[in-house]
């Protein structure tokens, strides 16, 4: 399968074809330490452990502020914490999707970031 780079880093083919499935593993929560630390040599798989990274940091970080607000408001923090884990799970979706296709795309809004950031 063709390689897609939209603005990031570049991978060989056989880099891609290779580290699918260990890049796709990378959104799920803190396992997007896997390939950030098994796949070193790896464009692909450290592209999307990064944005994993940035995935979970976003995830803990949100959660937080949906709790405090939950307690200070009592009841608004509720209705966050679910638009919030909404758009956790599209973006876990979509990176896990856009890794499994071989596709080095940044998610929105948190993509820009994590290829900004040196590993």
Not at 16 to 26: C, F, L, M, P, R
Not at 60 to 81: D, K, R
Not at 91 to 110: F, R, S
Request: charged fraction near 15%.
């Amino acid at each position: 399968m063709a390689e897609e780079n939209v603005s990031g880093p570049t991978g060989s083919s056989s880099d891609v074809d290779e580290n699918k499935a260990i890049a796709a593993i990378g959104y799920l929560g803190i396992l997007f330490l896997v390939p950030l630390l098994v796949k070193k040599d790896s464009p692909f798989a450290q592209y999307h452990a990064k944005q994993g990274m940035i995935l979970f940091i976003a995830d803990v970080i949100l959660w937080f502020v949906a709790f405090i607000i939950g307690v200070a408001t009592l009841g608004i923090g509720f209705y966050l914490s679910w638009i919030i884990w909404l758009l956790i799970i599209v973006w876990t979706i979509l990176g896990i999707v856009n890794a499994l296709n071989g596709k080095m795309q940044p998610l929105p809004i948190i993509g820009k970031m994590a290829e900004s950031w040196k590993i």
